[in-house]
């Protein structure tokens, strides 16, 4: 599956075969059948149109596993800016879908953890291109 990795700000994004709801409807189970909780779904584009202000479907799952974030916490605090973590799909104006999330490598560089620490976070991302096609 092509991704493209933004590294200056380590975003990775990945098309997806599906619509923004699909993708994460198919995200939202996977991440719920391996017992990981998913403590938010903000719907962009919904919130948008109750505002009068038109945007392309766009939401985001904000997930997470204490077991997995708590250790990287402990070692440094300031982690918890980027945990939960997050994974944001959207429509371009020419219909292909995208979804995207933070890099688990730049998380941990951005605070100084342990490269190890990286595993922790990795985990989730066959989840999330499961999500986008199979």
Do not use: C
């Amino acid at each position: 599956m092509a991704s493209a990795i933004d590294t200056n700000r380590g975003i990775i994004r990945i098309p997806s075969n599906y619509s923004v709801i699909e993708t994460m409807d198919r995200l939202d189970a996977s991440l719920k059948e391996r017992g990981i909780k998913v403590f938010a779904r903000i719907d962009f584009s919904g919130d948008a149109e109750r505002a009068g202000i038109p945007l392309r479907p766009e939401q985001m799952l904000i997930f997470g596993n204490p077991k997995a974030g708590t250790p990287l916490m402990v070692a440094v605090p300031s982690v918890g800016l980027d945990l939960p973590l997050k994974a944001l799909a959207w429509e371009e104006p020419d219909g292909r879908i995208w979804i995207a999330y933070n890099d688990a490598k730049y998380i941990v560089d951005r605070h100084g953890l342990a490269s190890d620490f990286a595993a922790n976070l990795s985990v989730v991302v066959p989840l999330i291109e499961r999500a986008a096609g199979d």
